[in-house]
C-alpha cells in the first residue's frame, strides 16, 4: 500500500528542513501563513528560527521514530540529538551532546500543504543535558 502524501510531505519536512537544513522545502510544505501552536507564521519567518536553531548545533537531527494519521492530521514521535556547538544569549556552547523526544500534529488544508502544527518536546530536558540548572520559581506549590 502506497504511504499517505502527507506523510511523505511530513517525513521530508523532518529530514530536509531540520536534518539537513535545506529552508526552501519550509514554503512547499507550510501554507503562506499557517498556526505553530497559537502563533501565527510563515514558511520565511519559521526559516529564521530553524536556521538560528541550527547555527547552535550544525549536526542537528530528526528521526522519526512513529508515525500516526487520521483524517485530519499527521502525528509524528520525533528524537532529536545534536551537539552544542554554538552559543544562545544565556548559555555558550557546551560541546555535549543532547537527545530528547517531541510529539508534533500536523493538519492539512485541501492543496496538502500545513495550516496548523503543534509541537510538544521537553526543552527543560533538553536544557539540564546541556548542565542549566533549572530551579522552580518562587511562590509556587514546592516555592
Known amino acids: 500500500m502506497d504511504e499517505d502524501p502527507r506523510v511523505q510531505s511530513v517525513r521530508r519536512y523532518w529530514d530536509e ?17 499557517y498556526r505553530e501552536n497559537d502563533e501565527l507564521l510563515t514558511p520565511e519567518s519559521f526559516a529564521g528560527h530553524l536556521l538560528r536553531w541550527r547555527e547552535k548545533f550544525p549536526d ?12 485530519e492530521a499527521v502525528i509524528t514521535r520525533v528524537v532529536y540529538s545534536g551537539t552544542h556547538s554554538g552559543d544562545f544569549t544565556f548559555l555558550p556552547a557546551t560541546g555535549r551532546a543532547v537527545r530528547c523526544s517531541g510529539l508534533d500534529a500536523f493538519e492539512f488544508d485541501t492543496s496538502g500543504k500545513v495550516v496548523q502544527h503543534w509541537h510538544e518536546t521537553d526543552h527543560w530536558e533538553l536544557f539540564e543535558q546541556l548542565g542549566v540548572e533549572i530551579g522552580r520559581a518562587s511562590g509556587g506549590p514546592e516555592g
Open 60 to 71: 542537528f537531527r530528526v528521526d522519526v521514530d512513529r508515525v500516526w494519521t487520521t483524517p
Open 17 to 33: 528542513a531540520w536534518s539537513q537544513g535545506g529552508v526552501e522545502v519550509l514554503s512547499e510544505f507550510y501554507a503562506a501563513t
